[in-house]
């Protein structure tokens, strides 16, 4: 019952690629103030800013972002709060949630995998292709989708281990991530029984891990 209570809080917002330019040289994201200084062409009454060039050392254009910011900052406000005694599966809970997110790759609003994301804690690897390269090397289209994807482990975890006594903020959960990422994508995680990952039986899980992959 926890995996639909879960998916029924879940908010997710689809990433529109259609709207920036495809192709461009992106310089990074910019306040109003930034924009201004810089005589960058811009619309009124807005507070953050993509800014772009169709060419290197030509024009530089920007595109006003402020509602994606928006839905960035509503992800990264969401506190995970956990009993400490249901945090010690933590680990697990998150493996879980990554085994499920990549199940969900399939469909439109969860483009990119879990490897993807690890890349970009491998920078130490010549063999990896860019992080950003995976995101048409546009930074805002990197924030909203690893913000999402860290909110989407966040909200698993959360339905998998309330309990209904007093729970506590979990603290640095994104570094806690990267350390289990690697763990993660260094075994064969495409299984369908998740004992094999984390070492717990979790039939309603794998149940309906089985039941997803046939969609």
């Not at 290197?56 to 406000?77: C, F, G, R, T, V």
């Not at 490897?115 to 390269?133: E, K, L, R, V, Y």
Request: hydrophobic fraction near 35%.
């Amino acid at each position: 019952m926890y995996i639909y209570e879960f998916l029924k809080a879940l908010h997710i917002y689809p990433i529109d690629m259609k709207r920036y330019p495809q192709n461009a040289f992106y310089l990074g994201i910019y306040t109003i103030d930034d924009i201004i200084q810089k005589d960058i062409d811009h619309i009124d009454n807005h507070h953050y800013y993509l800014v772009y060039s169709l060419k290197p050392n030509e024009k530089l254009y920007s595109i006003a972002i402020d509602e994606e910011m928006e839905i960035i900052h509503q992800y990264n406000s969401y506190t995970l709060i956990l009993s400490r005694k249901t945090s010690i599966y933590l680990d697990e809970a998150i493996i879980e949630a990554m085994r499920l997110y990549d199940e969900f790759v399939h469909y439109k609003h969860y483009q990119w995998s879990t490897d993807i994301f690890a890349s970009m804690f491998n920078s130490g690897d010549i063999h990896h292709q860019p992080t950003f390269s995976y995101f048409d090397n546009n930074p805002l289209i990197y924030q909203l989708a690893y913000a999402r994807f860290v909110y989407f482990i966040k909200v698993y975890c959360f339905y998998r281990l309330k309990t209904d006594t007093q729970g506590y903020p979990v603290k640095n959960f994104e570094e806690h991530i990267r350390k289990i990422i690697h763990k993660y994508t260094q075994k064969e995680h495409h299984t369908y029984h998740i004992y094999q990952l984390t070492n717990y039986e979790n039939k309603e899980f794998d149940l309906f891990l089985s039941q997803i992959s046939k969609i």
